[in-house]
């Protein structure tokens, strides 16, 4: 009679690769940030000794949390506030929770989302990293992207929506170029680490494209950037508006920071509409709150709350979807009017 074969454990895996049996689970589970020599040397440990995890525990962890998750760069801006409040409402009468997190950025942020097991992720963030989305998507978890580069490089079993930045800001330059403008400029974001937009980015290089398209060239001085604060950005508009050949437009990333070159344009006397022309972007409260008028580029929201939702519930019921992406749609008001007599 043959010997009998004893079940390999996690405790054998374990003590073979010289790990703990929660650092095992962790990357048998794949719900845990592990270094990558550890992880090495228990994939190698699972291989060497044939460990076959319990199927009923695997059967179990499958559970659906009726969880959703929408990642984002800045929580407390207007446009994630609201595309979140009209997902919120496709997503319960489907069965399913939101939830909105900023963006972490770290190997640890990205465990402990893997380990909450949401049944799906929404991700709009600038700043996460591709290889993020791949762990999702490793750890079986489905995700939607919305795109924020012009060359995003696509992860397998990861569906994306395109939400109209990069021919929105097109429009947007096409607008103010269109009203006379022939020198305009570009207000990037505010960033405490004093980052800016790399030129991949879809608003800043539909500026750039936008620009030269219509055969005016972008050089450092067409963009205002780099800045770490509110006060930072207004002093930096106050000296591009004094020096160099005039300033005629002000294509601002999003309203509010359109809205923060347009008082810094006032505080030095420079008129708006008269003298200067400026549009913004996200048609946000303040673009309608403002005086004069900001106008400003629309993101179709609800559209585009509904097909995140629709998109995550096919992958969740184990089908693929379609891509898909949305035009924008551009607000004229005042700051870009043509004053009778000009």
Excluded at 120 to 131: D, L, M, Q, R
């Amino acid at each position: 009679m043959g010997e009998t074969r004893e079940r390999v454990t996690r405790a054998d895996v374990a003590k073979l690769a010289g790990v703990s049996e929660t650092i095992v689970s962790y990357v048998i589970n794949n719900n845990r940030y592990v270094a990558k020599e550890k992880r090495q040397r228990v994939e190698e440990a699972v291989r060497l000794l044939n460990y076959r995890p319990n199927n009923v525990a695997r059967a179990l962890k499958g559970k659906r949390s009726n969880q959703i998750i929408f990642i984002a760069d800045h929580i407390t801006n207007e446009y994630f506030s609201s595309i979140v409040s009209e997902m919120d409402r496709y997503a319960y009468d489907a069965g399913y929770l939101i939830s909105l997190c900023s963006n972490r950025n770290t190997p640890e942020f990205i465990s402990q989302v893997i380990s909450r097991q949401f049944d799906g992720i929404i991700v709009s963030s600038a700043s996460f990293p591709t290889e993020y989305v791949e762990q999702f998507s490793q750890a079986g978890i489905p995700v939607v992207v919305f795109r924020r580069w012009r060359h995003q490089r696509a992860v397998e079993r990861v569906a994306y929506l395109g939400t109209g930045l990069y021919t929105g800001a097109r429009e947007a330059v096409r607008h103010l170029i269109a009203r006379g403008c022939k020198n305009v400029v570009y207000v990037d974001r505010i960033s405490a680490k004093g980052h800016v937009s790399p030129p991949d980015d879809m608003r800043f290089s539909g500026f750039v494209d936008e620009m030269e398209a219509n055969g005016f060239s972008v050089g450092p001085e067409s963009v205002v950037c780099g800045c770490r604060s509110q006060e930072e950005l207004t002093e930096e508009v106050k000296r591009r508006l004094r020096t160099g050949s005039r300033v005629d437009g002000i294509f601002g990333r999003n309203d509010m920071l359109a809205c923060i070159a347009m008082t810094a344009a006032g505080q030095i006397g420079i008129q708006v509409p008269e003298q200067l022309r400026v549009i913004g972007f996200d048609d946000s409260s303040i673009s309608r709150l403002i005086t004069p008028g900001l106008s400003t580029v629309g993101m179709k929201k609800e559209k585009i709350a509904k097909a995140a939702i629709d998109m995550l519930t096919q992958m969740i019921a184990g089908s693929q979807p379609e891509n898909q992406d949305f035009e924008t749609v551009l607000i004229e008001r005042e700051s870009t009017a043509v004053p009778a007599g000009f």
